[in-house]
Nanobody, 123 residues
Framework: QVQLVESGGGLAQAGGSRRLSCEAS????????MGWYRQFSGKQRELVAN???????IYTDSVKGRFIISRDNAKNTMYLQMNSLKPEDSAVYYC?????????????????WGRGTQVTVSA
């Protein structure tokens, strides 16, 4: 079993910054692509950014130039540095990862979600 735990959410003022973290634990052999998603109230979850194991990144247009995704493979941890925050960034932020785990049949890859962390940006 794999657990993803997000931290770093909370309140911020417009123009401010917050740093989210996501740590994977449990039956983790290797983590491939990791990503941050967010869900606005009443909306579907959407991709914010993702990062491959080798560091290749993708960002949604609305956060380009403001958010930075990174990871520390040795710590099984991913980060999202959010700068120049806007009220429209207020959402629940979720961590998602493709994780290879040992099973009795060998290595298997599963996709996992964290429980989410609320980010609220005031004007």
């Amino acid at each position: 079993q794999v657990q993803l735990v997000e931290s770093g959410g909370g309140l911020a003022q417009a123009g401010g910054s917050r740093r989210l973290s996501c740590e994977a634990s449990g039956n983790v052999f290797r983590i491939n692509t990791m990503g941050w998603y967010r869900q606005f109230s009443g909306k579907q979850r959407e991709l914010v950014a993702n990062i491959t194991r080798t560091g290749k990144t993708i960002y949604t247009d609305s956060v380009k130039g403001r958010f930075i995704i990174s990871r520390d493979n040795a710590k099984n941890t991913m980060y999202l540095q959010m700068n120049s925050l806007k009220p429209e960034d207020s959402a629940v932020y979720y961590c998602n990862s493709d994780v290879e785990s040992h099973t009795m049949w060998g290595l298997e890859t599963g996709n996992y979600w964290g429980r989410g962390t609320q980010v609220t940006v005031s004007a």
